[in-house]
C-alpha cells in the first residue's frame, strides 16, 4: 500500500464518520468529532484501528447522539475505540496520563464545530510546551523502558514495527518533542523513514492477513516481493535501514533534550553558544562537536578522525552536518596512514559507550566509507545464530567496547582494538568467516601502517578469535595435545593475551550466556596452561641506546637540548649530568607545555643522561623548552598544582607490575596508563622521591594507552631488593591514581 492508498483509506474513514455524526444528528456548533493520535495504552485510546473522542464545550448535552453514533461504524466493520469528553475533561484527562497529552498532539478534525476542534488542537500544544520541561524527564522513561522491553528494530529477529526502538511509536515521540519548541530534527528524513516504515506495515498485514506490526521470518520473501525488493536479505536490510536511521535521529534529539534541561534558566534564551577548543579544527558547542573556523577539510584528511575522537572521548553528540560535510569535502587518507591517524582511530574504537553513537552518526552521513570502505561487508547483516544480540556490525561495535575496558591486561591495546574491529569482517561469504577474514584483516592493518609484526598479529587474532572458547569448551584440558594445539597456533604470550581479551569482549558482546563464569572459567583456565606452556612472559621492547658525543658545555654541568624536525611533530634530544630525577623533570617540561609525547627512551651513558622524545608538536624551540626546564629545576613552577592529579573519573585503573625475569642488571617496571600529559613526568617523581634511579626507560603510546617500560636501580647501583621494588611499584600505582584536583 502506498502513500497515496493510505490517504485515500484515511478519507474514506473520515467520510464514514461524518456520516454517523451527521445522521445521528450531532451539534453543529459546542460539539465535534475527532480522530486522536493515541501514543499506546492510554486513557482514551486503549488498542484500536480509529481513536475517537466526541469532545464538547462544557452545558452542551451530546448524550443522545452519543448513544447512536458508534452502532453504525461498528457496523462497517471498523475496529475504534471511543469516548466522550468535554474539553476541560480533555485537559484534565492530559494532565493525569501522559500517553494521552501525546495522543491529543496529533488531533483531527472529523465532524461537527471545526473551531471547537481548533480550540481543543492549540490548548493541548499550549498546555504541552508550557509543562514539557517537567513531563519530558518522565517521558524519556517511559521511551527507555520500552525501549528496553521490546529492543531495537535494527536487531530483532522479529522486528516489531511499532513499538521497537526505531519503531513507528519513535517516530510519534520526535513529532511530540518537536511540539515542545525546545528542540528540533530533521523532518524531511524523519518523514521520509516514517513514510517508508508505514508502506512496510501495510504490506506485512497485507501478507498476514490482519493487524500485525511484528515481521514473522518466514514472510520476508513476499514481503520483499510486494516491496520491490531482491529477496528477503534485502527486504530485511530495508526495514532494519530505516530502524537505525529513526534511531539514530531519535538518539540525537534526546541528547540535546538533555541539553536543554540541564541548562540553569539564568542562560535560557537565544544566545550564540561559545565553543570549546578540543583539537586542531574541532570545537565543543552545545554538547555537539563541530568544525571551528579554522579548519580545512580539502587539506586535512585527518580531520574526520580527530571529530570523530573528541566526540566519543568527550562522550558528545558528532554534528551531524559537521561528519557529513567532512566526508564530502575532506581530503583522502593517504596509504599506508600516518602514525597520527593510526592513534586517533584506536582511540575512537577504546573510547567506550562514547564510541556507539559516533559511529552511528559516521554510518548514517556516510563517513565511514572514507575510513573502512569494507564496512560494507558487514552493514545490517544478520547473524547465522540466533544466540547473537545484534547484528553483526553492531556486534563488532559493542565488541569495541567491551575491548576497550580490558586495554589495561595487553602489552599492544592498539592490535587488541583494531583486531575487535575486524574479527568477523569476513562474515557474509561462503567462506568459514575467520578464514575469509584474515587476509582483509591483513590488508586493512597494512593500510593503516602498522608495522609488520603487528599487522601479523591483527591478522593472527581474526583468523584465530573462535579458536580459545572452542577449544576451551570441546577439548579435554588435561590432554597435552589441547594446550600443543593452542600454543601452536598463536606462538607468544603477547600473542595469548591479545587473544584472550578479545575472546572475553567478543563473547560478552554476543549475549550474557555467551561469557558465563562456566565458560569464563574454562577459558582463562586453558589459556593459563598455554602461557605456562609458552614461558615465562612477554618479552619487553628494547631499550635502543645511541653513543652520543656529549658537548664540552654538558662535561662542565650544563644542559643540552637540541630539537629536530620529524614526521609531524619534533624529535627532541636532551644531553644532561645525570642525577635521580632528571627524567622526571624533563617530563615535566613537555607536560607544562602540553606537548604530546609520542614516544621516548632513555639511557645513562658514562655520568650523563641522554634521553631522545618524539613530540607532537612540530613548532617546538630549544631556546624556549631550555627556559621552562630551567624554570621546572629551580622550583619556580609548582609542577604538581600546575599537572593536577592523575586518574580521571571513569578511567580504568593503572596496571603497574614488577617483571623480575626482564634484567639482572636492573629491576623492570612496566606501567599501563591512560595516556595525559604528565604521566611519565608522575612515574619519574614517584620514583625519585624513593632516591631510585631510573637508568633507562622507553615510552610509548599505543591509542589511548600509555605503555612504559623503567629500568631503574639504586641510586648507588644496584638492582631493587624485592622489597624496594614492591614499594617503588606500589608509589607509581598511587601517583597516577590520584584523582584530579578540582
Given amino acids: 500500500m502506498t502513500a497515496a492508498d493510505r490517504a485515500r483509506r484515511t478519507e474514506e474513514a473520515d467520510a464514514l464518520c461524518a456520516g454517523a455524526y451527521e445522521r445521528c444528528g450531532g451539534p453543529e456548533t459546542g460539539a465535534a468529532l475527532v480522530a486522536v493520535g493515541g501514543y499506546g495504552r492510554g486513557e482514551l485510546a486503549p488498542c484500536s484501528d480509529l481513536d475517537l473522542v466526541l469532545v464538547s464545550d462544557e452545558g452542551v448535552d451530546v448524550t443522545a447522539p452519543a448513544q447512536e453514533l458508534w452502532y453504525p461504524l461498528w457496523d462497517s466493520g471498523t475496529r475504534l475505540d471511543h469516548s466522550v469528553r468535554t474539553l476541560p475533561e480533555m485537559v484534565g484527562a492530559a494532565d493525569r496520563d501522559l500517553k494521552v497529552a501525546l495522543g491529543l498532539l496529533d488531533v483531527r478534525h472529523l465532524a461537527g464545530d471545526p473551531n471547537l476542534t481548533l480550540r481543543l488542537r492549540t490548548t493541548m500544544l499550549a498546555h504541552w510546551r508550557r509543562g514539557s520541561r517537567d513531563r519530558l524527564p518522565a517521558l524519556r522513561e517511559l521511551v527507555r523502558s520500552r525501549h528496553e522491553r521490546v529492543g531495537e528494530l535494527a536487531h530483532l529477529s522479529v522486528p516489531d514495527l511499532k513499538e521497537a526502538e526505531g519503531g513507528l511509536r519513535d517516530a510519534t515521540v520526535l513529532k511530540a518533542l518537536v511540539a515542545t519548541w525546545l528542540v528540533d530534527v530533521p523532518h524531511v528524513e524523519l518523514e521520509r523513514s516514517r513514510v517508508a516504515l508505514l508502506d512496510v506495515r501495510d504490506v506485512v498485514q497485507e501478507v498476514a492477513g490482519r493487524p500485525t506490526d511484528r515481521v514473522a521470518p518466514e514472510a520476508w520473501t513476499e514481503v520483499a516481493h510486494r516491496l520491490g525488493l531482491d529477496d528477503a536479505r534485502a527486504a530485511q536490510v530495508h526495514v532494519r535501514e530505516l530502524g537505525r536511521r529513526i534511531a539514530h535521529i531519535s538518539h540525537l534529539t534526546w541528547r540535546r533534550v538533555d541539553a536543554v534541561l540541564a541548562e540553569p534558566a539564568s542562560l535560557r534564551g537565544p544566545r550564540r553558544p561559545p565553543m570549546a577548543p578540543l583539537a586542531p579544527g574541532v570545537a565543543l558547542s552545545a554538547g555537539e562537536v563541530v568544525l571551528d573556523r579554522t579548519a580545512r577539510p580539502a587539506e586535512d584528511p585527518l580531520l574526520l578522525l580527530r571529530a570523530a575522537t573528541a566526540a566519543a572521548e568527550h562522550d558528545a553528540v558528532l554534528a551531524p552536518p559537521t561528519a557529513a560535510r567532512l566526508a564530502r569535502e575532506s581530503a583522502p587518507l593517504p596509504t599506508p596512514w600516518p602514525a597520527e591517524g593510526r592513534q586517533l582511530l584506536v582511540r575512537l574504537l577504546a573510547s567506550g559507550r562514547g564510541l556507539l553513537a559516533v559511529w552511528e552518526t559516521l554510518e548514517e552521513t556516510g563517513a565511514l566509507g572514507g575510513i573502512l570502505p569494507e564496512w560494507e561487508r558487514v552493514r545490517l547483516l544478520s547473524h547465522a545464530s540466533a544466540i547473537h544480540r545484534f547484528t553483526v556490525d553492531r556486534h563488532v561495535v559493542e565488541t569495541c567496547v567491551e575491548a576497550s575496558a580490558l586495554i589495561r591486561q595487553v602489552a599492544r591495546p592498539d592490535v587488541l582494538m583494531v583486531a575487535a574491529l575486524l574479527h568477523d569482517i569476513g562474515k557474509g561469504s561462503l567462506t568459514e568467516h575467520s578464514v575469509a577474514g584474515e587476509p582483509i584483516a591483513r590488508r586493512i592493518a597494512e593500510r593503516l601502517g602498522f608495522t609488520p609484526d603487528a599487522v601479523d598479529l591483527v591478522a593472527r587474532l581474526v583468523r584465530w578469535h573462535l579458536l580459545l572458547a572452542e577449544t576451551a569448551t570441546t577439548r579435554d584440558p588435561d590432554d597435552p595435545a ?121 639511557w645513562s651513558q658514562d655520568h650523563y643522561g641522554v ?82 634511579a631510573v637508568r633507562s626507560a622507553h615510552v610509548d603510546t599505543l591509542g589511548p594507552q600509555a605503555v612504559d617500560v623503567f629500568y631503574l636501580q639504586e641510586a648507588s647501583a644496584g638492582a631493587l631488593s624485592d622489597s624496594r621494588a614492591a614499594e617503588a611499584a606500589h608509589a607509581v600505582r598511587a601517583a597516577l591514581s590520584v584523582p584530579p584536583a578540582g
Avoid: M, N
Fill in 482 to 602: 589441547t594446550v600443543d594445539l593452542l600454543v601452536s597456533r598463536i606462538g607468544s604470550v603477547e600473542a595469548l593475551d591479545l587473544l584472550l581479551a578479545l575472546t572475553e569482549a567478543d563473547a560478552r558482546a554476543t549475549a550474557p550466556k555467551a561469557w558465563s563464569s562456566w565458560r569464563a572459567g574454562l577459558i582463562r583456565d586453558l589459556a593459563s596452561r598455554a602461557r605456562a606452556a609458552l614461558g615465562s612472559g612477554a618479552s619487553l621492547p628494547p631499550v635502543v641506546t645511541d653513543d652520543v658525543t656529549v658537548p664540552p658545555a654538558v662535561r662542565q654541568g650544563s644542559v643540552s637540548i637540541e630539537v629536530d624536525a620529524a614526521s609531524d611533530g619534533s624529535r627532541v634530544t636532551v644531553i644532561a649530568p645525570d642525577r635521580v630525577g632528571l627524567l622526571a623533570d624533563l617530563a615535566a617540561t613537555f607536560a607544562l607545555a602540553r606537548v604530546p609525547v609520542r614516544a621516548a627512551r632513555a
Fill in 611 to 692: 634521553s631522545v622524545w618524539e613530540l607532537a608538536d612540530p613548532g617546538l624551540d630549544a631556546g624556549v623548552l631550555r627556559q621552562r626546564y630551567d624554570a621546572v629545576v629551580e622550583g619556580r613552577v609548582d609542577v604538581a598544582r600546575r599537572l593536577g592529579g592523575g586518574r580521571g573519573p571513569g578511567e580504568l585503573e593503572p596496571a603497574v607490575v614488577v617483571r623480575p625475569e626482564a634484567s639482572q642488571q636492573a629491576t623492570v617496571l612496566e606501567v599501563r596508563t591512560a595516556d595525559r600529559p604528565g604521566v611519565v613526568h608522575q612515574v619519574c617523581a614517584a620514583l625519585a622521591a624513593l632516591d631510585v
